[in-house]
């Protein structure tokens, strides 16, 4: 519509009655004063004011008996134009019809009326005296407010005056505006209270139906034309919208209200204008019959709401409403005719081709365009740019329909609207009748083939043009590939591969790969037809074209894809052309797995049960949708931890056609530890390969019983022949969370292990690589020992012989001695070995990294007493870590040396120590009487224990074998013992007492088992077994049994010095032997002194034989004895208040290592002070003269503890304080 049509567009109609022809005399001045402006209506009291700017009035003459008013009744005013110039006529003639007039048109109407006198220039504007009423006077007295001619009538004037006059002359032009502008205001009031009294009654009239009555609906659009009317442009608009939905929602739940016959379209399109074609009259006069003309009522709706929002966007005091509300026009007619299309099919086409053509040009937008278009900032070309996003759709419509008239005239381009619009699901018949066209454009588009193809590659350059302006950079693709698709068609093949370059993976990516399929058919054979013989890009061309054949990430088929017309005879075909291809080049391609093949792993590694040898295998599943065998050069799985890779292979692989396919791949090496896959390859020859790579923090769902690892998300492998995003590197997204593959050994196949020697000698430190041999014989067995310790290092020469073994018998075990320094209080160190041997012909490998705890569970502490004669040696035997009680087996000391004699405790049944209670032995050592102490004389003590720990151990071991063997789960036994046996807490104390096995952290346990070990058992039935297993035997049950010698003791081998001492004091007090003493009695004793030197071994004779020891040639010279031949010492009798000493408190005395016998004696008297039973004075003795650290002397008091009975004399009073 244009722009000045566009605000005087339906004006409200005032209809007026001209019995006297008056009108023609005013029309004029009325008409200047048209439309109207600035009226108001406020609805109600709660509601804002609402402000119709501008009003467009149209007067229609009415005659009251050719009109009757109880039907619909459009005008919003009514007035009544007369004239007279004597009261007679008006009596006579005038009042008589102003009564006809409002019985016939008003009485039954609810607008609002009025009754405008024309007084000629003859007669003059008298006032009413007492005697004579003025000519407008009484007008006013039968027809203005309470006027006494509407009571008879039965019509209410209200409030408002009714009755008006314009003269035909006027005194002056003010007074003649005055006049006039006081009509037309009070017409304003009118209007308003008109359109306020029909609002109000179709909004009750509304409340009392329900939404979905047809009856609601006709009343529903009603109210949207009043508020249309009367300029409330948003508020109709919004109700417009409402009855579109409604709309359809009426027909789809009663089409038997509606016929669907075309109607309005005339049989020559050339000039036709849609939005004039379709008035509300006659669609509202079909609301009374039995049906509803569907596409007329719809046409109706849209084309108010058109106008409304062109009024709007007219309206818009900025672009970017002015843009909305165009927008929303675009956006509407698309809904609008995709609307009738479903509804009527193609019989529409050609009348959307023209209806898209009117729209195209319309005036309100092209004025838009037009102004901002030149001069555009940033701001306003984002404002227009979804005008240009829109216009493009409407083209791209216009297209489609083009393009259906096109083919049922014989001419037809394979584009991706057509292929995808022409699949019918409910005809199956392919003829389509010709159309008959008329419109002119549309004939000459269609002259002939040629000028068909012109205009579709020139419409489809307006079109990417406009969504380029826009921003639409995918749509053009898709557009730019309706152009590849053409210059196909008309033989320009390079045109056609330069722009099909990479727009397939458009589709393909977008899960379209029907239409992938085929774009990347044609790009094969364009290169084809090119006579192109560059073997990479045709491989690789012909491999992506063979992946979009199946959708390998869930495996599922639908209407969209590209296998649906591709046979398994071409499919076949395709994948020989591959390896043909492939063949030929002189580099290597890694192609995505998985756009290929669905490959799940599953998260087991499990030992060849089917052979003695040492082989391990994980199981893949290969998905195979595409119907056909395979048969490939290798597929080959690296698995991966931070110690290194691992890999699983299968040579000449043969898949089936079967869609499942379980594939076993195998290993003949074994690394011990959890592992991660790394990557999978499925290698066609030895220029292609299939490729998935994971990375370190994929996960694992082990919450289903088939447990796979599952990477959905696309890989792509880096290649130089592959495009942008096939050359990102294979990142796949992990799963619900992190686990791991465990790697552990077969009980029947070859295993190692590192633990502490059974022999402990503290004077070297070792630990033992224990190998047990599988069913197989072994040979050339080569050991590599490898410190993963910091500061440990193993002694290699001495390991030289040890770390080749020639050969193995089936189920043989070694041991073999690592002997290793480390100075660290670290007791735990991690050591690692890697074995290769031979058996059968085959190579295999062993690899292991263990930690072992070298610390020692006994303790072991030693106090001597020296005699005269021999030596009493106190032996404390117990555990060092108060947790870890110990069972001691036999404590023996012996020696080799001939010249003593060791008396060793009778034997005692084998005690169990605790924290701080430990095993004490006595020995009585006894060297021959002319024998001397040598410093390397020693004996050998030998202590055999059992770990209280290991003893439980050892049990729960045992009995679980045999149940494990019982339910044919001993392959289990190394999964069993790796993570659970470590975390076992034991009750130590009551199975000390009781010889009963009980855990204590039971909860923990079963935890333990249910989230770490269970997660690595494949088979269901086998978990519950295990389940049940433990439930019964572990946390249910209490396993007793007797003590029995059976288990692995340990023996701690330590070498005892010979205790020495250089001087042992031998001391007694010599005395007359009293039954009773007196207090105050003195008694005369000789104390004596024995020195001893028989325990030291000073007295060896430098150079002689005793004495030679083996040096390094850095150890510094042996020290010159620290003793002189003689020394002196000096005793001491110590204070005691029970004792008075008579004489010397302290004497001097010397010794002569040198003599053979060396004896003091000493007069001293004691008296006693008090009665009783009293000890002898304490004595000290130290030396005068050796003050050296490493001097050592003890005190033997033969008579320390003897007591002297004092009694009281009888004679005599004693006091005692």
Request: glycine share 2%; proline share 3%; with cysteine.
């Amino acid at each position: 519509m244009e722009i000045d049509d566009l605000n005087l567009r339906n004006p409200v109609l005032v209809g007026y009655y001209d019995p006297f022809n008056v009108y023609p005399l005013i029309k004029d001045e009325l008409h200047s004063k048209l439309p109207l402006t600035n009226l108001h209506w406020k609805y109600n009291i709660s509601k804002p004011l609402k402000s119709i700017p501008l009003l467009p009035v149209r007067f229609v003459e009415e005659v009251p008996k050719n009109t009757s008013m109880k039907g619909n009744d459009e005008t919003y005013s009514r007035i009544m134009f007369i004239k007279y110039e004597s009261l007679d006529t008006y009596r006579a003639q005038v009042r008589p019809l102003i009564k006809e007039w409002l019985k016939h048109l008003v009485s039954d109407s609810e607008v609002e009326w009025a009754i405008v006198l024309f007084m000629g220039s003859s007669l003059k504007d008298k006032l009413s005296s007492i005697i004579k009423t003025s000519l407008f006077d009484k007008l006013k007295i039968d027809f203005g407010i309470d006027g006494k001619e509407l009571q008879a009538l039965s019509v209410d004037s209200g409030v408002k005056e009714r009755c008006f006059k314009v003269r035909e002359v006027y005194e002056s032009e003010m007074a003649k505006l005055e006049s006039y502008n006081d009509l037309i205001n009070h017409m304003k009031d009118f209007l308003i209270s008109s359109f306020n009294n029909k609002y109000v009654s179709l909004n009750e009239l509304i409340y009392n139906h329900k939404a979905t009555d047809i009856n609601a609906f006709i009343l529903k659009l009603k109210l949207a034309d009043l508020l249309n009317d009367m300029r409330l442009l948003n508020d109709s608009l919004s109700i417009y919208n409402e009855l579109s939905n409604d709309l359809n929602k009426l027909y789809y739940s009663d089409r038997s209200k509606f016929e669907t016959e075309i109607t309005n379209i005339p049989t020559d399109l050339n000039g036709y204008l849609f939005e004039q074609s379709f008035g509300s009259t006659s669609i509202k006069s079909s609301f009374d019959r039995e049906k509803i003309n569907l596409f007329k009522l719809k046409s109706l709706i849209f084309v108010n709401q058109s106008s409304l929002l062109q009024l709007l966007a007219n309206y818009a005091n900025s672009i970017s409403l002015s843009s909305i509300s165009i927008s929303s026009i675009y956006q509407k007619l698309l809904y609008f005719l995709n609307d009738l299309s479903n509804i009527f099919g193609d019989k529409l086409n050609e009348w959307i081709f023209v209806v898209i053509d009117n729209y195209l040009k319309l005036p309100i937008c092209n004025k838009l365009m037009n102004e901002n278009m030149k001069s555009i900032d940033g701001e306003q070309y984002n404002q227009l740019s979804e005008i240009l996003e829109f216009q493009g759709e409407l083209k791209l419509t216009q297209r489609s329909k083009l393009a259906k008239i096109a083919n049922s005239h014989g001419y037809n381009i394979n584009g991706i609207n057509e292929i995808l619009e022409e699949i019918s699901l409910d005809d199956d018949k392919t003829y389509q009748e010709i159309s008959q066209l008329s419109y002119k454009p549309l004939l000459e588009i269609l002259l002939n083939r040629e000028t068909y193809y012109m205009h579709f590659e020139k419409s489809t350059e307006l079109i990417i043009h406009d969504f380029v302006n826009s921003g639409r950079t995918k749509t053009i693709d898709i557009l730019s590939i309706d152009l590849a698709l053409l210059n196909y068609q008309i033989g320009n093949y390079q045109e056609s591969l330069n722009i099909l370059q990479d727009s397939y993976d458009f589709f393909i990516n977008n899960s379209w790969n029907f239409m992938g399929g085929i774009l990347l058919e044609i790009y094969l054979n364009c290169i084809e037809k090119l006579d192109k013989s560059e073997n990479s890009l045709i491989s690789l061309t012909c491999l992506r074209l063979f992946s979009n054949l199946v959708n390998s990430k869930n495996g599922k088929f639908g209407i969209n894809n590209y296998k649906l017309i591709k046979p398994k005879v071409k499919i076949t075909r395709l994948f020989k052309k591959i390896e043909e291809y492939s063949s030929k080049l002189n580099e290597s391609i890694d192609f995505p797995l998985d756009k290929i093949f669905k490959v799940d792993i599953m998260p087991f590694i499990q030992s060849d049960e089917s052979t003695n040898a040492d082989k391990y295998f994980v199981q893949i599943k290969l998905t195979n949708n595409y119907g056909i065998d395979f048969s490939f050069m290798e597929i080959q799985l690296i698995l991966e931890n931070s110690e290194g890779i691992l890999y699983f292979n299968v040579e000449n692989a043969t898949i089936s056609n079967k869609v499942d396919n379980t594939i076993k791949l195998y290993s003949n090496n074994f690394k011990f530890g959890s592992f991660n896959p790394s990557h999978i390859t499925v290698r066609i020859n030895k220029n292609l390969r299939f490729t998935k790579r994971f990375n370190a923090e994929h996960g694992i769902d082990s919450t289903a019983d088939d447990t796979v690892i599952q990477y959905n998300n696309e890989t792509i492998l880096k290649d130089s022949f592959l495009n942008d995003s096939e050359s990102r590197d294979i990142v796949v997204g992990h799963n619900k969370w992190t686990s791991d593959m465990f790697f552990y050994p077969g009980l029947t196949k070859f295993s190692c292990e590192f633990c502490t020697p059974i022999d402990i000698d503290l004077e070297s430190t070792e630990v033992i690589l224990r190998i047990k041999n599988g069913n197989n014989n072994v040979q050339d067995m080569k050991i590599d020992i490898i410190s993963n310790t910091n500061g440990l290092k193993i002694n290699k020469e001495l390991l030289k012989d040890r770390l080749k073994v020639k050969s193995l018998s089936s189920n043989e075990s070694i041991d073999i001695k690592i002997p290793y320094s480390y100075y660290s209080d670290n007791k735990i160190i991690s050591l690692k070995t890697d074995i290769a041997y031979s058996s059968n012909g085959e190579d295999f490998s062993h690899s292991i990294i263990d930690q072992v705890d070298t610390t020692l569970t006994i303790s072991v502490s030693v106090q001597d007493i020296f005699k005269s004669q021999y030596i009493f040696s106190k032996f404390q035997v117990g555990t060092s870590n108060p947790k870890l009680p110990i069972r001691i087996i036999s404590n023996d000391l012996t020696t080799i040396n001939e010249n003593y004699t060791i008396i060793s405790p009778k034997n005692s049944p084998s005690p169990i120590t605790f924290g701080d209670q430990p095993a004490s032995y006595f020995y009585k050592i006894i060297p021959k009487s002319d024998y001397m102490i040598k410093s390397l004389d020693s004996l050998d003590l030998k202590v055999q224990y059992s770990d209280l720990k290991n003893e439980c151990c050892a049990i729960i071991q045992s009995f679980l074998l045999d149940r494990l063997h019982d339910l044919q789960l001993r392959k289990y036994w190394y999964l069993i013992k790796t993570l659970l046996f470590k975390e076992i807490i034991f009750d130590l104390n009551n199975y000390a007492i009781n010889q009963e096995v009980k855990i204590i952290n039971n909860c923990e346990i079963e935890l333990l088992i249910e989230r770490t070990l269970l997660k690595h058992v494949q088979e269901k039935e086998d978990k519950k077994k295990l389940i049940g297993l433990f439930k019964d035997v572990l946390f249910e049950n209490e396993l007793k049994f007797e003590v029995t010698p059976n288990f692995e003791n340990r023996q701690l081998l330590i070498t005892v010095p010979i205790p020495v001492l250089n001087i042992l004091q031998i001391i007694e007090f010599e005395f007359e032997r009293k039954p009773q003493y007196l207090v105050g009695e003195p008694i005369l004793m000789n104390l004596n002194i024995e020195s001893i030197t028989k325990w030291s071994n000073n007295k060896v004779k430098a150079g002689s034989e005793d004495e030679i020891e083996i040096l390094a040639e850095s150890s510094p010279s042996k020290p010159v004895s620290l003793f002189s031949q003689k020394e002196n010492f000096q005793l001491t009798i110590q204070t005691d208040d029970n004792w008075l000493i008579s004489g010397f408190r302290k004497e001097s005395f010397q010794i002569d290592y040198d003599s053979n016998e060396n004896k003091n004696s000493f007069e001293v008297v004691l008296i006693p002070l008090t009665v009783g039973r009293l000890l002898l004075p304490k004595i000290n003795v130290r030396t005068l003269e050796n003050l050296e650290n490493d001097f050592s002397m003890d005190i033997n008091f033969k008579n320390g503890l003897e007591t002297l009975l004092v009694v009281p004399d009888v004679n005599s009073i004693t006091f005692s304080f």
